[in-house]
């Protein structure tokens, strides 16, 4: 499974580390996923969605 958002797409991002002589060393930040069940076409459906979709989803239901 990827670790993307079902509902906006949203995935991870990536950057670097930087230590105190500032060196450089690749990272990522991952999406907070969430199992949630969302009512999708009147059947509810479990789905990996995002923290702030899932909020977001709350706030307009």
């Known amino acids: 499974m990827s670790r993307k958002c079902q509902l ?3 995935g991870p991002m990536s950057g670097n580390n930087r230590s ?12 907070n996923l969430q199992k949630a069940t969302v009512i999708i076409d009147g059947k509810p459906t479990k789905v990996r969605v995002s923290a702030r979709q899932l909020r977001t989803l709350r706030k307009s239901a």
């Open 8 to 10: 906006s797409g949203k």
């Open 20 to 31: 105190h002589a500032l060196n450089a060393t690749r990272r990522k930040w991952n999406v």
